[in-house]
């Protein structure tokens, strides 16, 4: 479980994180949404220790982050997977190469070791013969699934994913996004996903965090974003048509 505890983030005089308390569960893939800019990226990233917010706390199973000594905060980088919009693979490095690194960067696994694990990872995610491939060799969606098997292959208590659907098309979309869902039930892992895609809150929005100019709109789950008054929330679901006349259909009974 991370809990965010009333964290502000500024860049300059531009305050983006408002003070924004939260839960992300455990087992759970946990949404956070909102429009471009809205400061999803921001929010992530500040989870992830790549920014420092100037006030708040953000505790992972209840190690408070900005209280760790340095080798602490090492220890617990190695417990977060990280799947990055775009994939952002190594493009000379072949597949398992790819999903072995972190494992060789962070542990003292032996080639063996590494390379049963990495076979272990790729079948999880359904990538078979493709251990030999560069990266421009394969599909966009193979790419997605080398970025999770390299984000899983150190066995995470974390998961996060900014906009892992960004590029795909809508079928593959709900592949991946099922997934990392079954992946986070199956190791009991934290994840946290950026998105602001509809079909990903439909698909797996078990805890759904709304951002609206840096601050906490609304939170609920995927049943509940449906029916909610909130204007913020349904000006932002109902943007597409499909929904709308879903809404409509159901309102009228
Ligand atoms: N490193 C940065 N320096 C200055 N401003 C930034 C930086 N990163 C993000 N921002 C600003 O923060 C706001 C939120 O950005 P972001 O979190 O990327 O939005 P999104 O919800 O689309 O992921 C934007 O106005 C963006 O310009
Ligand atoms: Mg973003």
Request: hydrophobic share 40%; proline share 2%; aromatic share 8%.
């Amino acid at each position: 479980m991370i809990e965010v505890k009333n964290i502000e983030k500024s860049f300059g005089e531009n305050k983006i994180l408002k003070g924004i308390s939260t839960i992300f569960e455990t087992g759970k893939t946990n949404l956070i949404i909102g429009q471009s800019g809205s400061g999803k990226t921001v929010l992530l990233k500040s989870l992830l220790g790549i920014h420092t917010p100037e006030a708040g706390q953000i505790c992972f199973d209840g190690r408070v982050y900005s209280d760790l000594e340095d080798d602490e905060k090492r220890e617990l980088r190695t417990e977060i997977g990280m799947v990055f919009q775009g994939s952002a693979l190594f493009d000379s490095m072949t597949v398992a190469e790819n999903v072995g690194f972190p494992l060789k960067m962070f542990t003292k696994d032996d080639k063996a070791k590494i390379a049963e694990r990495v076979e272990f990872v790729l079948k999880r995610v359904n990538l078979i013969d493709a251990h030999k491939k560069l990266p421009s060799e394969i599909s966009g969606g193979m790419q997605k699934r080398v970025a999770i098997a390299r984000a899983i292959v150190n066995r995470p208590k974390y998961l996060f994913c900014d906009e892992p659907n960004s590029g795909l098309d809508p079928n593959t979309s709900i592949l991946i996004d099922n997934l990392i869902k079954e992946i986070t039930e199956e190791y009991e892992i934290t994840t946290v996903i950026n998105t602001h895609d509809m079909n990903s809150v439909m698909e797996i929005g078990d805890n759904i965090l709304f951002l609206k100019d840096g601050l906490k709109e609304w939170q609920g789950n995927k049943e509940e974003i449906f029916y909610t008054d909130n204007e913020a929330v349904t000006a932002f679901v109902y943007s597409s048509n499909l929904f709308k006349k879903v809404r409509e259909a159901h309102l009228k009974g």
